[in-house]
């Protein structure tokens, strides 16, 4: 991660070194989803009065922060992209309701993210956090634990879909996915997240798709 951050420092000291205008240089890809917006696909997330599992819920406001976020870190610009992590996110959460799974016959887990990724892949996730290295070696053999780590900071826990599209799915999936296509995204469901294009997820997908048209 510092990396970018030294280099960006080069960069701008070298523009403002030499009189070229300054190209907009937070390029005008920056994702700032709104609240409206997260509220026209999951339509419940208006409060977390009463939430169905405790600590789990979050509000379309937390939401839109934190997946805007999200996509700038790992840099997910495409519109087609971010409805297809969107909606999975929103229709997996149950409108962002929970965030690990409650389903009964996950024998002793239900271990999950936002996106209610499995514990393999939380575990690859978590990995890839530098900020959460000193913390991982005590979970890391803990899917509750591990799970609970990712879901104690919202920007990881918000974080799954996102770093799942970009590190998961192939460069075929991505192009397919980006085109926008019905078939695009149901390659990314069913070839990619592993799970059935149902009329559910679609409907999800869908009202993603119209809201950050
Ligand atoms: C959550 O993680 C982010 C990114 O590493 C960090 O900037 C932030 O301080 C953390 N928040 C809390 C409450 O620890």
Redesign the pocket.
Do not use: K, M, P, R
């Given at each position: 991660m510092w990396h970018k951050a030294v280099s960006l420092t080069l960069l701008t000291l070298t523009l403002s070194t030499t009189a070229i205008p300054l190209p907009s240089l937070k390029h005008a890809k920056e994702t700032s989803l709104t609240e409206a917006q997260i509220l026209q696909i999951a339509p419940t997330s208006n409060t977390c009065e009463n939430p169905p599992a405790e600590g789990e819920c979050a509000t379309a406001s937390q939401a839109a922060k934190f997946i805007s976020q999200s996509f700038n870190t790992y840099e997910v610009s495409s519109k087609a992209e971010q409805a297809a992590v969107i909606g999975l996110m929103a229709f997996e959460s149950e409108d962002f309701k929970y965030n690990k799974n409650h389903f009964p016959g996950t024998p002793g887990q239900g271990i999950t993210a936002r996106n209610m990724q499995s514990p393999t892949f939380n575990k690859k996730y978590a990995s890839s956090?530098s900020?959460?290295k000193d913390k991982l070696a005590a979970v890391e053999n803990s899917p509750a634990d591990l799970l609970d780590l990712l879901r104690?900071?919202?920007?990881?826990d918000f974080g799954s879909g996102a770093w799942f599209l970009t590190t998961q799915c192939s460069a075929d999936i991505r192009t397919a996915l980006k085109a926008g296509t019905e078939s695009g995204w149901q390659r990314f469901i069913s070839e990619c997240v592993g799970t059935e294009a149902s009329s559910d997820r679609k409907a999800y997908w869908q009202k993603a798709v119209k809201a950050l048209a």
């Open positions: 956090i900020a959460l104690d900071n919202e920007t990881y």
